[in-house]
């Protein structure tokens, strides 16, 4: 159980919104209403909390947490608001509001705030992932590099690596992936940069650093609880190790994994003249797949559109099986199309939880 957990923050929002009344100008207390409210699930009210600060003082703290929210969750739009102000009428129990993206608010202002070069790396960090988010590569390495000089983190490293693996300069995206990995922490422990990690090794053809890493990756998958066995399994098969491909994928429990890893799976097995498990393992799939889809189907209690997309796409799934076994007979090799995971965190400045910060709120 985290420390904070025990916190009644709910309590500490009706305090602190009564010390806000009394002192409206003050943008930390408003920033650390925000970030009180977001503990209690009360999105809108942070935003106005976010939104009144940045307006009362434009500071690079007040300017990039509005931005910061805006990426991260959006902006509320107000419905039916009447002739109080904007911040008032959203605290009417009356009010309806509905969520919409704000990608571009949130890139006008961290893109204005970096033309002043912070010194601190969150913002750094933010607009990289939105560059990755347009898949403008070029820029958000450029950004992410500065993020890097500032303050190396498992995200910056993971994410540069990501654009590296993008603009197919393997061994740099190598590089930092495994100095992301190295980075692993409380605000992090991801193991997606070491499994980019061995997956670059393997098609750079570094077969002993790359089975390496693929082995260690094992024991911390299983460690953790994580599950990546079957993307693990890809490293081995990219190095055309099939007796380790077998050896890892023969251990899953194919109801909890999708058959997008059957084509690996049952090239390997073909490799090693193993039909007979492809064969079973595509035929029990079906007949649980097409058992799955007939309970839907009788069930009376649901819908009829759910029922039509449940049974489209138990279909194509099964086609797909069946032509990965008619293509797999046939030779053919499939490609592992291998996407790094974009990795993130909490870049509010002021969020106790993911940062030092050590709010007054602590003691009300």
Known sequence: MSKYDEIDFEKIALQMQKQV????????????????????????????????????????????NLGYFYFAEGKPIIEDIGSGSFEEDAEEEEMSYTWEIADKEAFDIVEDLLKNKPRHY??????GEMYIKKEKYEEAIGILEEAITLTPSLENL????????????????????RKAHLLRSSNNYSLFPFLSYGICLAHLGKKSEAKEAAKELLLLSEKEEEALEADIAEIYYILEDYEEVVKVYSKLDWEFYSEEFFPTYFYSLWK?????EIEELA????????????????DPDEEEEFKVECEEITKEDIAFIKNTVKEVYW???????????????????????????????FSI
């Not at 969150?122 to 607009?127: A, G, L, R, T």
């Open 331 to 361: 030779g053919k090799a499939p490609t592992v199309k291998y996407e790094p995971t974009l990795e993130t965190r909490c870049y509010l400045y002021g969020c106790f939880r993911h940062t030092d910060a050590n709010p007054s709120y």
């Open 21 to 64: 009344k009394k002192d409206p100008n003050n943008v930390q207390l408003r920033n650390e209403l925000a970030i009180i409210f977001m503990e209690i699930n009360q999105y809108e009210d942070a935003f106005f909390q976010l939104q009144a600060a940045a307006e009362i003082k434009p500071s690079v703290q007040t300017l990039y």
């Open 158 to 177: 993971n994410n540069l690596g990501l654009c590296y693996y993008k603009k197919g300069r393997l061994p740099e995206a190598a590089e930092c992936f």
């Open 283 to 298: 035929s029990k799939t079906i007949q649980r797949k097409e058992k799955e889809m007939k309970e839907v189907i009788q």
């Open 122 to 127: 969150f913002p750094y960090n933010v607009m």
């Open 272 to 276: 090693l003249s193993k039909t007979k």
